[in-house]
């Protein structure tokens, strides 16, 4: 089996005394409209992994019966976001017209660019009973000249994105290339997201890579080199470190990064850009109406005092 690990650049060998993990992030609790997450991106240790610039933890958590997840419409620009389920299900849907439900293993990737306005809320349907509900989502900042890009939103069935089965390894491609597969999810710039499971005692060798990476932890134990590590973790991989991978129990962590960003991005709310200028801009247009709405959907969320996120 031949790994490589965040494959887009020249390698170079860490250093006997280096650790390969060279940070670890522990997520803080937020609450995104009635339901808290765990937000580790971005922290006071560490504003983004490659391109990405946000990333929740939503559940694991049980929504009571005649409840569900309620985030009323709201803005983004400058970036795309990035769900994926590991169980439940999630209704999208969006300024563009969009309504797709997300079920575990398929990706919904919305590209805000210079502008668009989503829900993710529970399907009527689903509220009846108590329903799952864990997953992750992610927010991938635009390279410079793709921070306007038209909007677009796109779905892809668990069934369609490549995956392979060996060795006590699984591995489904969320986006990027590795190990010769492809994902067919868009990217703007290189960018690397994989969700791996390891059997009870199966190892992984992942060779060294010169782009940022990071491992999150989501489910049972990892050794690394040696040192063993707790779910719900993001451990930042040190830059040239080669891993050596074993699985104290039955394990499944996301591998995520990519080429870091081309210049300082800024965040506030739901904006993301390179220009504080044009934050200040989407502020106001928010305020004022100027977005696009979410059709038969009248409910929003206003600008909030403080930034975020």
Known sequence: MSWHACPLAESRPAAPDEAAVELELVPRTRDIGGFEVGRVLPSGKRRA???????????????????????RPHPHIGLATLTYLFEGEILHRDSLGSTQAIRPGAVNLMIAGRGIVHSERTAPELRATPAPLFG????????????ETAPAFDHHAAATLPSLDEGGVSLRLIAGELMGL??????????LYADIALDAGARLPLPPGAAECALYLVSGELEIDGHRH????????R??????????ANARFLL????????PRYLWWNF???????????????????????????EFIPLPDTPGP
């Not at 990333?55 to 309620?70: E, Y």
């Not at 995520?256 to 210049?263: A, T």
């Open 49 to 71: 992994v490659g391109p990405f610039v946000f990333f929740d933890q939503m559940g694991p958590s049980i929504l009571g019966a005649g409840h569900g997840l309620d985030v």
């Open 136 to 147: 992750i989502q992610a927010w991938i900042a635009l390279p410079r000249a793709a921070e």
């Open 182 to 191: 492809s994902s067919p999810v868009t990217t703007f710039s290189e960018t």
């Open 230 to 237: 707790a779910p719900g973790r993001m451990l930042l991989l």
């Open 239 to 248: 830059r040239g470190a080669g891993l050596a991978l074993r699985a104290s």
């Open 256 to 263: 995520v990064g990519g080429e870091p960003l081309d210049g």
């Open 272 to 298: 993301v850009s390179s220009s504080k200028d044009r934050i200040e801009a989407a502020k106001a247009d928010w305020q004022a109406s100027r977005f696009p709405a979410v059709p038969d959907d009248a």
